[in-house]
């Protein structure tokens, strides 16, 4: 908690700003089978969320670098202590950095396209020098 973040969405047009963690929740979000672990940040500390601002990122900096440390999942109201506020959650990313980093480390890699067309050019030259080869000498 206290940690100082920049917020990024695109609900209502590009939109950031800064706010400050104040906790960690687990979550469900109303009306959807999915939750989990989330970031929270209160509207009274800063800037708040808003509906299409899903998949945001929440970043925070330490030193010269910027770490993504949530993405945006869900606006709302959160009771703290019998008060109602206003707040933005977030998907907190190091519970899930160790299957992101299998599954990136699972996934081979896919040729671009241009390389299947190098693949088909060479093999249609190469049958075009095979064919004028047995023409020539017949």
């Known amino acids: 908690t206290g940690l100082s973040v920049q917020m990024i969405g695109f ?4 939109s950031w700003g800064t706010n400050t963690v104040t906790g960690y929740t687990n979550y469900a979000l109303n009306g959807y ?3 989990g672990s989330g970031i929270v940040t209160l509207a009274t500390t800063g800037a ?8 945001g990122g929440m970043f925070y900096q330490s030193g010269s670098t910027w770490y993504l440390a949530g993405i945006l999942s869900g606006v709302g109201v959160i009771t703290i202590n ?6 933005t959650i977030s998907v907190e ?5 160790s299957q992101i980093f299998s599954d990136i480390n699972s996934v081979s890699a896919i040729p671009e396209p241009s390389t299947y067309a190098a693949i088909i050019g060479l093999g249609s030259l190469l049958g075009v020098v095979i ?3 047995r023409v020539v000498h017949r």
Not at 48 to 55: A, N
Not at 82 to 87: A, T
Not at 93 to 97: K, V
């Open 131 to 133: 064919f004028r080869r």
């Open 11 to 14: 609900g209502g047009g590009k």
């Open 93 to 97: 990313l190091g519970l899930y950095a």
């Open 48 to 55: 708040q969320g808003e509906s299409g601002d899903s998949g």
């Open 82 to 87: 019998s008060v109602n506020y206003d707040s």
């Open 33 to 35: 089978p999915y939750g």
